[in-house]
Antibody, heavy 120, light 107 residues
Framework: QLQLQQSGPGLVKPSETLSLTCSVS??????????WGWIRQPPGKGLEWIGS???????YSNPSLKSRLTISVDTSKNQFSLRLTSVTAADTAVYYC????????????WGQGTLVTISS | DIQLTQSPSFLSASVGDRVTITCRAS??????LAWYQQKPGKAPNLLISAASTLESGVPSRFSGSGSGTEFTLTISSLQPEDFATYYC?????????FGGGTKVEIK
């Protein structure tokens, strides 16, 4: 059974970089079966897809974040990561890592979520 | 981007009620739609994929229907554990988008 475990700081200063990691267990992150993605949810609001990566190559990003966004895979640690630069208060949200099968973007597996607050 | 509009955004219902939530897409998405349930402080849980396919372990009181631009999620007999927020998601095209959510509360 695939499991996702998130880690990273809960507080980031404005203009700095938000970095989160998602550790994968139950399968290899280079499995051809899954895409690895990030979704966020501002407090009291709905869900926003951030981006997804397939293996170590193919990436899809939300155009609203693309210029500030990096999603990468570390195969040696079976992890994938999110980096969002130049953050503002509008980036305050619960961030989830999630996965979907390569044949359809239904998010079957989710991390526990990390509340990231952007504040000085 | 494909916009998904859910209605209602909030509904109050009693245990045993039949509940229907609608999700309308700004353009046709065939059957590329999912439904999720989210409880406070928890990650969303996939209920239905491909507009009408019930995920393993999801109670049969949940059902989905629709194609093109209009979709529905129905709970045939609302149970206490069903009080939550429900989201639709389209996967017809990138960027993936979600509806604004429907919060189901106890009357």
């Amino acid at each position: 059974q695939l499991q996702l475990q998130q880690s990273g700081p809960g507080l980031v200063k404005p203009s700095e970089t938000l970095s989160l990691t998602c550790s994968v267990s139950g399968d290899s992150i280079v499995s051809r079966s899954y895409y690895w993605g990030w979704i966020r949810q501002p407090p009291g609001k709905g869900l926003e897809w951030i981006g997804s990566i397939y293996n170590v190559g193919t990436r899809y990003s939300n155009p609203s974040l693309k210029s500030r966004l990096t999603i990468s895979v570390d195969t040696s640690k079976n992890q994938f990561s999110l980096r969002l630069t130049s953050v503002t208060a509008a980036d305050t949200a619960v961030y989830y890592c999630a996965s979907h099968p390569d044949f359809a973007e239904y998010f079957h597996h989710w991390g526990q979520g990390t509340l990231v607050t952007i504040s000085s | 981007d494909i916009q998904l509009t859910q209605s209602p955004s909030f509904l109050s219902a009693s245990v045993g009620d039949r509940v229907t939530i609608t999700c309308r897409a700004s353009q046709g998405i065939s059957s590329y739609l999912a439904w999720y349930q989210q409880k406070p402080g928890k990650a969303p849980n996939l209920l239905i994929s491909a507009a009408s396919t019930l995920e393993s372990g999801v109670p049969s009181r949940f059902s989905g229907s629709g194609s093109g631009t209009e979709f529905t999620l129905t709970i045939s007999s609302l149970q206490p554990e069903d009080f939550a927020t429900y989201y639709c998601q389209q996967l017809n095209s990138y960027p993936l988008t979600f509806g604004g959510g429907t919060k189901v509360e106890i009357k």
